[in-house]
């Protein structure tokens, strides 16, 4: 790594990976040099606006000596073999959630990483938006208990102007559970503070015509005899909601991403302070690159794991399990 900072490539030069481009302007230390789109056209429209140098395949840019480090922001099916392939090119890697479409595909990811000596952070870009952040504290502070309960979902338009023919389809890692239901389960997982054990499906697309999943509910049961639920619902018409409630032993959060977040005592809400931010994704996205900055110069821990990315993979196979059974079904996790 330069003196100038962190050179950075993006795998997946398209929407998200213009909003990768544009967090990384507002972090010192990090520094966009590449740039990857099969479209070439589209990827001259990228490059004149962010910068960087453009490849129309992903193997050359991981040829590129400038190049430290990748965000991986293309399609899901593709993740296992770039990651795989930047790993092997001694490149460092952010990987846009979902890690990858299955939990073999995660296992081999970080198998890659671990042998050939990179650093792995996932984008559970969660993690890092202030309502999370808030109750996240409040839980570690230990100050309303151990979390006995929670429901998280989100609910909102599926066929965005970004949506995509292979989102529709199981076999290229598509569905709205994978695609952005996973925040829902993410942020669960994370503010529950423990593994999941088991979890029951149903899912099914409800409002579109398509094979995978625009609708699903999950029933979770935690290690320590905690219980959650996840809705993941893409409607076709409608208004959004993306929140949670969470039942701790002291003590209740409505964590919501666009009104901030409450603690309820004595039949009482508090607002928290400082966890209303407009565009609040951008500034999430900010913080992962600030984070991922900082776990690169050595000077912080990688905050999502690559055996934290895999095992929310695994939760969401056991939900297409259970959706087939019929019965709980158990998750394998891997550390």
Same mark, same amino acid.
């Given at each position: 790594?330069?003196?100038?900072? &962190?050179? &950075?490539? &993006?795998?997946?030069?398209?929407?998200?990976?213009?909003?990768?481009?544009?967090?990384?302007?507002?972090?010192?230390?990090?520094?966009?040099?590449?740039?990857?789109?099969?479209?070439?056209?589209?990827?001259?429209?990228?490059?004149?606006?962010?910068?960087?140098?453009?490849?129309?395949?992903?193997?050359?840019?991981?040829?590129?000596?400038?190049?430290?480090?990748?965000? &991986?922001a293309a399609p899901h099916a593709l993740h296992e073999e770039m990651a795989i392939?930047?790993?092997?090119?001694?490149?460092?890697?952010?990987?846009?959630?979902?890690?990858?479409?299955?939990?073999?595909?995660?296992?081999?990811?970080n198998a890659a990483v671990a042998r050939n000596g990179v650093t792995l952070q996932?984008?559970?870009?969660?993690?890092?938006?202030?309502?999370?952040?808030?109750?996240?504290?409040?839980?570690?502070?230990?100050?309303?208990?151990?979390?006995?309960?929670?429901?998280?979902?989100?609910?909102?338009?599926?066929?965005?102007?970004?949506?995509?023919?292979?989102?529709?389809?199981?076999?290229?890692?598509?569905?709205?559970?994978?695609?952005?239901?996973?925040?829902?389960?993410?942020?669960?997982?994370?503010?529950?503070?423990?593994?999941?054990?088991?979890?029951?499906?149903?899912?099914?697309?409800?409002?579109?015509?398509?094979?995978?999943?625009?609708?699903?509910?999950?029933?979770?049961?935690?290690?320590?005899?905690?219980?959650?639920?996840?809705?993941?619902?893409?409607?076709?018409?409608?208004?959004?909601?993306?929140?949670?409630?969470?039942?701790?032993?002291?003590?209740?959060?409505?964590?919501?991403?666009?009104?901030?977040?409450?603690?309820?005592?004595?039949?009482?809400?508090?607002?928290?302070?400082?966890?209303?931010?407009?565009?609040?994704?951008?500034?999430?996205?900010?913080?992962?690159?600030?984070?991922?900055?900082?776990?690169?110069?050595?000077?912080?821990?990688?905050?999502?794991?690559?055996?934290?990315?895999?095992?929310?993979?695994?939760?969401?196979?056991?939900?297409?399990?259970?959706?087939?059974?019929?019965?709980?079904?158990?998750?394998?996790?891997?550390?």
């Amino acid at each position: 790594m330069s003196g100038s900072g &962190i050179g &950075i490539g &993006i795998l997946g030069a398209g929407d998200f990976g213009a909003t990768h481009a544009k967090a990384m302007r507002e972090v010192d230390g990090v520094r966009l040099v590449a740039a990857c789109r099969g479209d070439v056209s589209a990827l001259d429209a990228f490059t004149a606006e962010y910068g960087g140098k453009g490849y129309a395949d992903w193997r050359d840019l991981l040829a590129d000596k400038s190049v430290d480090a990748v965000v &991986i922001a293309a399609p899901h099916a593709l993740h296992e073999e770039m990651a795989i392939g930047a790993a092997e090119a001694g490149k460092h890697i952010l990987l846009e959630k979902p890690m990858a479409p299955t939990a073999a595909a995660c296992d081999a990811i970080n198998a890659a990483v671990a042998r050939n000596g990179v650093t792995l952070q996932v984008g559970h870009m969660i993690h890092f938006a202030k309502p999370v952040m808030a109750a996240r504290k409040v839980i570690e502070e230990g100050t309303i208990g151990r979390p006995l309960m929670g429901s998280s979902w989100m609910i909102k338009l599926w066929m965005e102007h970004n949506r995509r023919p292979w989102h529709l389809k199981y076999g290229t890692g598509g569905g709205m559970l994978m695609t952005a239901g996973i925040h829902a389960l993410d942020r669960l997982v994370w503010l529950m503070n423990d593994e999941v054990a088991s979890v029951s499906g149903m899912l099914g697309a409800k409002s579109h015509d398509q094979e995978a999943d625009d609708t699903a509910l999950l029933g979770l049961r935690f290690k320590r005899g905690g219980m959650g639920q996840v809705q993941s619902v893409g409607y076709r018409t409608g208004a959004g909601s993306f929140a949670m409630d969470l039942v701790c032993e002291g003590g209740t959060l409505r964590i919501d991403m666009d009104r901030g977040t409450m603690l309820g005592r004595d039949t009482k809400w508090t607002e928290l302070p400082d966890t209303v931010e407009a565009n609040w994704m951008h500034h999430a996205v900010r913080r992962e690159w600030e984070g991922f900055r900082d776990a690169l110069r050595g000077t912080a821990r990688v905050q999502v794991t690559g055996a934290y990315g895999r095992n929310i993979i695994a939760i969401i196979e056991a939900a297409y399990a259970s959706n087939l059974s019929h019965k709980e079904e158990t998750i394998a996790h891997v550390r």
